[in-house]
């Protein structure tokens, strides 16, 4: 499974496909897009994931290529016990260096500091994004490499992919396998998400492989979209 999904990652950065026009969104599940804020753009996102945590992120577009940010996660925010706040807020930035054209896809090179339950940051990472036209549906296929150790740098890298479909514009499904190249502990992702402008509201269904803690894990993001 391992070594299909990682063909099907090798493919997308080498063939060409049909132009279609760049998509907004910057993540499917877990997985970063390619894709950037325009100029002037805040987003405003909150996480809820079990064990009554929640990760809080916000993102501004300086430049229609450049987005910076940061995260905050609270860790048993809603249940008993202790309330934890991770400190200090997590940095989170993206550059994109190619648009999606006929010949070529959009890539772009992202940081992200903070993640959330049992899912690793991701660290540094290179983004790939393709987009197909499929009449009224655009379909669109994503690839990512990452790593979050730095201190051997290039020791631990790992991988995902992922697909999407906008069924109509505000109304979009995603699949998603993300860490292909951990060790037993991936997960494979799906997302329903929901645009109310200015609103957006993903529900996500994640399934640990492996060794992971949650083998079963229900997400609801809440996302605020906003300019200046």
Request: hydrophobic content about 45%; aromatic content about 14%; cysteine-free.
């Amino acid at each position: 499974m391992k070594k299909i999904i990682l063909y099907l990652f090798v493919f997308l950065n080498l063939i060409n496909f049909l132009f279609a026009g760049q998509a907004r969104n910057i993540e499917l599940v877990d997985i970063p897009t390619a894709n950037t804020l325009i100029r002037g753009e805040v987003r405003v996102d909150i996480k809820f994931y079990p064990g009554g945590g929640i990760l809080n992120r916000l993102y501004v577009g300086f430049f229609d290529r450049l987005m910076v940010g940061g995260a905050l996660n609270v860790r048993n925010l809603i249940g008993t016990g202790d309330v934890e706040l991770v400190f200090p807020p997590k940095f989170l930035g993206k550059i994109r260096l190619t648009d999606d054209t006929s010949t070529i896809p959009a890539i772009s090179i992202g940081y992200e500091g903070e993640s959330y339950l049992d899912v690793e940051a991701k660290g540094l990472f290179i983004s790939v994004t393709k987009e197909l036209n499929l009449g009224s549906i655009f379909m669109q296929l994503n690839g990512l490499v990452y790593t979050n150790e730095f201190s051997q740098f290039g020791k631990e890298i790992d991988a995902g992919a992922g697909i999407a479909f906008a069924i109509t514009k505000e109304f979009i499904i995603s699949a998603e396998y993300d860490s292909i190249l951990g060790n037993e502990d991936g997960h494979f992702n799906i997302g329903i998400g929901y645009f109310f402008d200015p609103i957006e509201i993903d529900i996500g269904i994640k399934y640990g492989l492996g060794n992971v803690q949650n083998k079963l894990a229900r997400i609801l993001k809440i996302l605020y979209i906003s300019y200046f």
